[in-house]
């Protein structure tokens, strides 16, 4: 089946430091990968996407480049902010499966002043 | 704002009372999916629309889950006969045609079952 594994959190960070949200799938199809986040009492929002192996998606100062051959798709910033604390959730929908989204189970990130 | 909506936010009910979500997509799409998701957890996919038609159902769904778009718009989910096991966020995402289309997701319906 298809599945999605994340680096476990919660993480914390100064502000300004470097992120790196680990995010590995397993897929029985060419999936199209995303990082979705979600900010404290609101909605999930998607912040980046790629629909193809090298593609980068970029959003925000986050960036995360689909590598298939290692089934991975990291999540990155060269310098977090107080306002990026949320939790981040990596997903994968194949284009057989009527769009379906496959999660993993979001990393909640905090950044300190 | 021409967003996804979700009514109502929270739902606090006892068990065995039915309860029924509403979900009402952007208003061009045709697309609607219900997920749910626990605390720590990622959203799990229930059931999706194309149009009026509900072309899939995950096995999570069990007899006392119904989703229904009758219009292809707007669209519900009921649960019947309510567990606490069934206490989580009830989130509905909406997309253009394709399955690569980006999914656009509410705010989501809280229920806590007592």
């Known amino acids: 089946g298809n599945s999605v594994t994340q680096m476990e959190g919660p993480v914390t960070l100064s502000e300004e430091a470097f992120l790196t949200i680990n995010c590995t799938y397993t897929a029985t199809g060419y999936p199209s990968l995303f990082w979705y986040v979600q900010y404290p009492g609101e909605g999930l929002q998607l912040l980046l996407k790629a629909t193809k192996a090298d593609d980068k998606g970029s959003n925000k100062g986050f960036e995360a480049t689909y590598r298939k051959e290692t089934t991975s798709f990291h999540l990155e910033k060269g310098s977090v902010q107080v306002s990026d604390s949320a939790v981040y959730f990596c997903?994968?929908?194949?284009?057989?499966?009527?769009?379906?989204?496959?999660f993993g189970d979001g990393t909640t990130l905090t950044v300190k002043p | 704002d021409t967003g996804v909506s979700q009514d109502p936010r929270h739902k606090i009910t006892k068990r065995g009372q039915n309860v029924t979500f509403r979900c009402d997509p952007i208003?061009?799409?045709?697309?609607l999916y219900w997920y749910r998701q626990t605390l720590g957890q990622g959203p799990e996919f229930l059931t999706y629309f194309q149009n009026e038609a509900q072309l899939e159902k995950s096995r999570l769904l069990s007899d006392r889950f119904s989703a229904e778009r009758p219009k292809g718009s707007f669209s519900t989910l009921e649960i019947q006969r309510t567990e606490q096991g069934d206490s989580a966020m009830y989130l509905c995402a909406s997309s253009l045609d394709r399955t690569t289309d980006t999914q656009y997701f509410g705010p989501g319906t809280r229920l806590t079952v007592l």
């Open positions: 208003s061009e799409h045709n697309r």
């Open positions: 997903a994968l929908t194949l284009n057989t499966n009527a769009g379906k989204s496959t």
